[in-house]
Nanobody, 115 residues
């Protein structure tokens, strides 16, 4: 079992920045991926960015150049630095842990971009 706790969401104006954090605890495999997904009302959950335990990263096209994912293996924590936020970035953001056997999701944190 892996537990994920997200934090850092909130209300921000267009062009602003936020940093999300996700702390993983429990039975963490030595090879895994931690990712951020988001879901807006009426839309499917989509990948935002992902980082593996060896540091490989992947980003969705809409956030490339604006968002940065990073990890601290010692703290089992993944961060999502979000810059130049747009109205369309408004969503619930979820952290996901994946290894060779299981996927686990966090409870989500809301990001609202509004003027």
């Amino acid at each position: 079992q892996v537990r994920l706790v997200e934090s850092g969401g909130g209300l921000v104006q267009p062009g602003g920045s936020l940093t999300l954090s996700c702390v993983a605890s429990g039975s963490i495999w030595h090879i895994y991926a931690l990712g951020w997904y988001r879901q807006s009302p009426g839309k499917q959950r989509e990948l935002v960015a992902q980082i593996t335990s060896v540091g490989t990263t992947d980003y969705a096209d809409p956030v490339k150049g604006r968002f940065t994912i990073s990890g601290d293996n010692a703290k089992n924590t993944v961060y999502l630095q979000m810059n130049s936020l747009k109205l369309e970035d408004t969503a619930a953001y979820y952290c996901k842990y994946s290894d060779h056997l299981y996927d686990y999701w966090g409870q989500g944190t809301q990001v609202t971009v509004s003027s």
